[in-house]
């Protein structure tokens, strides 16, 4: 199923913003779920968690996708 491209923009603009916060110290723990975001595609709507790790020099996001039911 491919994107459209503002859903695709805009999925990655919430990426990049994750990034952005993790790599600027503004999550506090590994353990906590940074954002959320969610995005319909083909009448699907998915939730997306963000969870920052890994190190300054290697960041990492952690993402769960959830699909709810139609």
Do not use: C, W
Not at 8 to 32: T, Y
Not at 40 to 47: D, H, M, P, Q, W
Request: hydrophobic residues 45%; glycine residues 10%.
């Amino acid at each position: 199923m491919p994107l459209t491209g503002q859903t695709r923009n805009n999925i990655l603009a919430q990426l990049d913003a994750a990034f952005a916060a993790l790599e600027a110290g503004e999550v506090p723990s590994a353990d906590l779920i940074h954002q959320s975001f969610e995005f319909t595609l083909t009448g699907v709507r998915y939730i997306v968690q963000v969870q920052g790790g890994g190190t300054s020099g290697y960041p990492l996001l952690d993402l769960r996708v959830k699909r709810l039911p139609a």
